[in-house]
């Protein structure tokens, strides 16, 4: 009797989360958010230079510019699929 108890008691600490899966979501879009406004710093500066000196680089410099924000998108679609 006291080892079935003992089994019950680590198996509902096993099956614990250690934090709920609401907020590790919210951590996961948070992180990916942070991530991407780090990348996006840097290469808004570098695309907005090279557009300054040759305006035919504004395409380019919009889809890099871009391009970390995608990540974001994708965690967000992770997020909804799990």
Known sequence: M???????GLIAQ?????I????AAAL???LAALGAGIAESSI???SMG????DES????????TVLP???VILALVTIFLV
């Not at 680089?57 to 890099?64: E, M, S, V």
């Open 20 to 23: 709920p899966p609401s907020a």
């Open 44 to 46: 808004g500066a570098a």
């Open 57 to 64: 680089l504004f395409g380019t410099g919009l889809i890099f």
């Open 28 to 30: 996961a879009v948070g």
């Open 14 to 18: 096993a099956e614990a989360a250690a």
């Open 69 to 71: 924000e995608t990540l």
């Open 2 to 8: 006291i080892g079935t108890l003992t089994n019950l």
């Open 50 to 53: 090279a557009i300054a000196e």
